[in-house]
């Protein structure tokens, strides 16, 4: 065993877990509820004895997949190891989700650990860039579909979240920390449609934005038209349930290539 899988939330671990051939060493975060056996708890204040942990264990390779909260922090829980790393720590925690994110990674990397993406282990996870429903966006849809892009790029700048509900030629949610299904709730009305993706310019080794059938019984029961992601940044768990369901309610599913 040389990959080690820090499990977060949702339904990505579990569905990486199957893809592998191997069963990786399944590690999370204290207070975080993945929904898979975890081998390894750590947390952050001990984050340097947790590295070598793995390194003592053969493991070589990292991936980091699903939801993960902000922790609490407690000052007096560090370990002597992690205690060098609290500058950077603290930095990281000052920044949003993608900076922190790369300063974590900086971290496992500087102690020799290699970062696997979650799509590098399982790429048929990424759908082909195309309307894979029935249905199919309208051009005022197309059009509306544009608008994304601009809100992603503002989203990015400010390091929020990764998808917005646009409706009547505008945004009429955007994404925060409650996430995607909170969104879509938030905005439910009638037309519209839910469009997702990464963040320009971060680091797609960790929290690539992810849809599943949840996500489509969510848009069906909000009133949205469709679903429009970002081709080759959104994984789509279990994308036969998800078209499927799709396709029963008359919705689409487009994978868009930006600025189309």
Same mark, same amino acid.
């Given at each position: ?94 920044? *949003?989700? @993608? %900076?922190?994110?790369? =300063?974590?990674? !900086? /971290? &496992? ?7 696997? +993406? ?104 909000? *009133?949205? @038209? %469709?679903?429009?992601? =970002?081709?080759? !940044? /959104? &994984? ?7 078209? +499927? ?16």
């Amino acid at each position: 065993m040389t990959l080690a899988l820090i499990a977060g939330e949702g339904d990505l671990p579990p569905a990486l877990v199957g893809e592998l051939a191997a069963p990786p060493l399944v590690c999370a975060l204290e207070g975080v509820s993945p929904r898979l056996p975890v081998d390894l708890w750590f947390r952050l204040e001990r984050l340097a004895e947790f590295m070598a942990a793995l390194k003592a264990r053969g493991i070589t390779q990292v991936c980091m997949a699903g939801g993960l909260a902000r922790p609490n922090i407690s000052w007096r829980a560090f370990g002597l190891s992690t205690l060098p790393l609290v500058p950077v720590m603290l930095r990281a925690l000052r920044r *949003g989700d @993608d %900076g922190a994110l790369r =300063a974590f990674i !900086g /971290v &496992m990397e500087a102690r020799g650990l290699q970062i696997v +993406a979650a799509q590098d282990i399982a790429p048929d996870l990424l759908p082909p860039h195309d309307v894979l429903t029935k249905a199919a966006p309208t051009p005022e849809e197309v059009d509306l579909a544009r608008l994304g892009d601009a809100c992603l790029a503002d989203m990015g700048r400010r390091d929020t979240g990764q998808a917005c509900v646009l409706r009547d030629g505008q945004v009429a949610a955007e994404e925060d920390r409650a996430g995607t299904d909170a969104l879509i709730r938030r905005a439910a009305g009638a037309g519209g449609l839910l469009f997702k993706g990464p963040k320009p310019g971060q680091d797609r080794r960790a929290d690539l934005p992810v849809i599943g059938p949840g996500t489509a019984e969510g848009i069906i029961a909000a *009133g949205l @038209d %469709g679903i429009v992601i =970002a081709a080759g !940044g /959104v &994984m789509v768990l279990d994308r036969a349930a998800t078209l +499927a369901t799709l396709d029963a309610a008359g919705k689409f599913l487009w994978v868009r290539t930006a600025g189309t």
